[in-house]
């Protein structure tokens, strides 16, 4: 099957665009619910189809009389030069969200961080803690460099149970606070918060580490550098002490 797609990529690509822009909601999930094309059609009837946002012919977001928000996606063709002019189609379908704030929490940008470090000022002051608890898993730690290669090993260990998508907040915050105060010894710096305005009324704290080189502040960030080491697919087996090699060279540019 998958020689077929390759040789028809215009059916491939279409078949990508449907799953890409299509996710599986899962139960209990506050998104958006898919429905089918036809079940659409017959909620926007009666209402002024398209009153948010339209694009002729391929897709509609209409705020319904009950306060409901409709994502629908007409059916899409294209042509198929491979196949002697011949088409194929992608069925349309819905997206049914419960209400607007519904609809515009789903869709407002998300935060690498907000289901591992929910607030980074909260953090920061449980890095002493995190390191505690961090301990009773490997032993007594000195914050040397190379006492990050046990956190190599203790990360290695992890994912070959876990997927790169299975990341425990406890573990992260664990390795996060003792990285970072590697890093933040190393270079004589400072935990500061650093606030990221993700909407109007949703602000991310970041656990960042500022440091003064040249006479110049600037800021890394320490859970970025872990999130390399165990959430990265294309990163994955990457040593968080290579790493840590890699923070002191940007730091110093």
Do not use: C
């Amino acid at each position: 099957m998958q020689f077929k797609f390759f040789r028809f990529p215009q059916l491939f690509l279409l078949l990508l665009l449907f799953v890409s822009v299509n996710p599986a909601q899962s139960p209990g999930s506050s998104s958006g619910r898919r429905i089918s094309f036809a079940e659409g059609q017959k909620l926007v009837a009666n209402e002024p189809e398209g009153n948010l946002s339209k694009q002729a012919g391929k897709f509609t977001r209409t705020k319904l009389r009950d306060g409901r928000v409709l994502e629908l996606f007409y059916p899409i063709t294209v042509s198929m030069p491979s196949r002697k002019g011949k088409t194929a189609t992608a069925p349309g379908y819905g997206v049914l969200y419960d209400s607007e704030a519904s609809f515009k929490e789903t869709n407002r940008p998300h935060h690498a961080l907000e289901d591992l470090i929910s607030d980074g000022r909260v953090f920061v002051g449980m890095v002493p803690m995190h390191v505690t608890k961090l301990e009773k898993r490997v032993g007594k730690l000195d914050y040397s460099r190379g006492s990050l290669r046990r956190m190599d090993s203790l990360i290695a260990g992890y994912l070959a149970s876990h997927t790169t998508a299975e990341i425990e907040p406890a573990f992260f915050q664990q390795i996060t606070a003792y990285y970072g105060e590697v890093l933040r010894r190393e270079l004589k710096g400072e935990w500061k918060v650093r606030e990221v305005k993700l909407s109007v009324a949703r602000v991310q704290a970041e656990p960042n580490i500022e440091i003064v080189f040249g006479g110049k502040a600037r800021e890394l960030k320490p859970w970025g550098t872990v999130l390399k080491a165990m959430a990265n697919e294309d990163m994955r087996g990457t040593r968080l002490s290579k790493l840590f090699d890699d923070d002191l060279r940007a730091a110093q540019q």
